[in-house]
């Protein structure tokens, strides 16, 4: 069994399929899926696919980019929505210092506020970062991150930093830049993190795995990401696949 921990069925790519991608996850042995909600739309589709398939679940937070757009009346509304059942964290939130759309002083003070009521509410953080590691780094050490922990999704970086992060409680999320032939950090944290800290995700409908890179990715697909890690680590995919699912209920508190 695999847990797809980062997945965006809420987009607006499944909107025309979305119950078929679900069906050939499932029939991939994806048997649970974590569905991201990053503004007002998303999550409040995030929030109708988990209340309409038992196996999917939710995070609801503000994404960096659209940081601006956040009002405090939102942040209130992602409060009174943790206390849902079937939202298992907060995010995903942090720092994305490529695109330029929010400035970086609000992105950060969102991002601190998120934390704050991930401790709030008592969930993990999902955290995004794009171009900053330095300041989400920085940012997670000074609010106190590790008091509820959470998940570096779609990590990029190196070894050295995984471990900083893996010391504040946070697992490491590894998605389809894993299978990239040129992703040397990707494959160096796969190698070398002990898979006791490590998660699987496609963040689909982007970043698919190769071979498959440049389509539309789904959550079927997360299994060439257990695959590429068994690989790395000389391993059978089955202790891939058990471990991070295993690591996947823990950190989000969901029982099998």
């Known amino acids: ?23 050939r996850a499932i029939e991939a042995d994806v ?35 659209d940081a601006i757009d956040c009002t405090e009346e939102g942040l209130k509304w992602i409060e009174t929505l943790a206390a849902h059942p079937k939202v298992v964290g907060i995010g995903e939130t942090g720092l994305d210092y490529y695109w ?25 953080i999902i955290i995004h970062n794009r171009d900053a590691t330095g ?5 997670l050490k000074e609010e106190e991150a590790s008091i509820t922990g959470g998940i570096m999704h779609c990590y990029g970086g190196s070894v050295e930093t995984a471990n900083e992060c893996i010391d504040m409680n946070f697992m490491i999320s590894l998605g389809g830049p894993v299978t990239f032939k040129n992703a040397k950090m990707p494959k160096q ?34 299994t060439l ?4 890690i068994a690989r790395l680590k000389g391993i059978p995919v089955d202790e891939v696949a058990k471990k991070t699912t295993e690591n996947a209920l823990k950190i989000f508190r969901i029982s099998e």
């Open 1 to 23: 069994m695999y847990i797809d921990t980062h997945v965006h069925l809420n987009a607006e790519q499944y909107e025309e399929d979305v119950k078929e991608v679900i069906e």
């Open 31 to 65: 048997k649970k899926m974590v569905v991201v909600g990053f503004d007002r739309v998303t999550i409040e589709k995030a929030m109708e696919l988990a209340e309409r398939y038992p196996f999917i679940y939710a995070v609801v937070g503000w994404h960096p980019v």
């Open 100 to 124: 330029d759309k929010s400035p970086k002083d609000v992105q950060q003070e969102l991002f601190r506020r998120q934390i704050r009521l991930a401790q709030k509410v008592d969930l993990p």
């Open 135 to 139: 300041d989400v780094v920085r940012i």
């Open 189 to 222: 944290v796969a190698t070398d993190i002990s898979l006791d800290h490590l998660l699987i995700e496609t963040d689909a409908p982007y970043l698919a795995p190769h071979p498959h890179r440049g389509k539309r990715n789904e959550p079927a697909l997360v």
């Open 225 to 228: 990401v257990a695959e590429e």
